[in-house]
């Protein structure tokens, strides 16, 4: 006697086939995996996805409507704030479109000491994601070394911004004010004992066969892919888009310094972490070559004075900066008044969080974390 059992039944179903269906999961927007509150749609086809929809604006403050009805010195504290892991080379960009307009020249030592303040920065940004993202794929150990290098630069930043955060000395014509007596040598030494501490966060996270086991050849993103979507920065870098800024736009000190750009080929989440870890090699090299022309300057100002009430001639202009997580770009209209009559921000995170749906289909849900920490993106810089 036989027995016949029918374990599926459906359209697209054939003999002896379970019909399914797809399944929609919604990552965030408050998820404990996520960077801030970002929402993720997915399609999910079993443990695969088949579509990715990212979903923005739940942390949307309106600052480039802000920026209308406040002065040119009020609007870089509003500037800073929305990648607040790069908050210098925010207010930087701002700085340096308003003295285009007004055809100002920044004076020699505010010039350094802003390249100097712009690569400090920038190590900040990264040792952040250097520590961060290795405790998302299940390594906890690599965020307390991040953070003890990290500190060791906070210290001197706070020093001469008095802030942690929010740095607030970038000023138009230059910067705030002198910075403390032997400030320089203080930074010096930091940046000697950042780079001698980089070597244990190497050895711990590159040396781990389960950290490259994770990330070698998963969330691959093509050249092409890349400059469709605007990506830029160590994501774009780390597919072999060979392009940065600093040296083939130099602005700030950066056409009289030699800068190494890192570059990878394979485009998968390792090669976007080894772009990162290198290029924090790359920024202590430049400080250092900052801190020796820092020394042989003259005494000298370090801003311009300017009038108490700062009108920018009417007109427009765009500048660009190699921020830490990419190109940004700053499109300023005035009318020859006191405020901007129009600032546009272009952040890198919005493209680098655009991409994903192209990136995400075909990976495991597993792999979502792996790619998802991987493209190095702060929520504020999407939701302008």
């Not at 908050?87 to 003295?99: D, Q």
């Not at 800024?245 to 989440?269: K, W």
């Not at 300057?297 to 370090?302: E, S, V």
Request: glycine share 10%.
């Amino acid at each position: 006697m036989t027995t016949e059992r029918i374990v599926g039944v459906g359209a697209g179903a054939g003999a002896g086939e379970l019909a399914t269906e797809d399944m929609i999961l919604n990552i965030g927007p408050q998820h404990p995996s996520t960077h801030g509150v970002l929402r993720l749609r997915l399609a999910l086809d079993g443990e695969r996805i088949k579509a990715a929809e990212p979903i923005i604006g739940y942390m949307h403050r309106g600052a480039e409507k802000l920026f209308e009805v406040r002065d040119f010195r009020q609007i870089i504290v509003l500037a800073n704030r929305h990648d607040w892991l790069s908050a210098f080379s925010n207010e930087l960009g701002v700085v340096l479109a308003v003295e285009r307009m007004l055809g100002m020249e920044v004076p020699p030592r505010a010039v350094w000491t802003r390249t100097l303040l712009a690569e400090l920065n920038r190590v900040l940004n990264h040792l952040m994601f250097l520590g961060s993202y290795p405790l998302e794929v299940g390594a906890m150990t690599p965020i307390f070394y991040s953070f003890r290098e990290r500190e060791t630069l906070q210290r001197v930043m706070e020093e001469i911004s008095g802030g942690r955060m929010h740095y607030m000395f970038n000023r138009v014509g230059g910067l705030k004010e002198e910075p403390p007596a032997g400030w320089r040598d203080r930074v010096r030494t930091a940046v000697a004992g950042v780079r001698a501490g980089m070597a244990d966060i190497d050895e711990l996270i590159m040396g781990n066969e389960i950290f490259r086991a994770r990330t070698r050849g998963v969330g691959v993103l093509t050249r092409e892919q890349i400059l469709q979507y605007g990506v830029s920065g160590p994501i774009a870098r780390a597919a072999g888009v060979n392009f940065d800024l600093r040296r083939d736009e130099p602005y700030l000190a950066y056409g009289e310094l030699d800068t190494r750009v890192v570059t990878r080929t394979e485009g998968d989440c390792l090669a976007r972490f080894e772009c990162l870890l290198d290029q924090v090699h790359a920024s202590l090299d430049l400080a250092d070559a900052c801190l020796d022309r820092l020394a042989e300057l003259p005494p000298g100002p370090i801003n311009q004075r300017l009038p108490k009430v700062l009108k920018v001639p009417e007109g427009h202009t765009y500048a660009w900066t190699e921020n830490p997580l990419g190109i940004n770009g700053y499109y300023l209209v005035s009318r020859g008044e006191k405020t901007p009559w129009r600032l546009k921000l272009r952040s890198a995170s919005y493209n680098n969080v655009q991409v994903l749906s192209e990136l995400l289909p075909g990976n495991l849900v597993a792999d979502m974390i792996a790619i998802l920490g991987s493209m190095f993106f702060v929520v504020g810089d999407i939701d302008k």
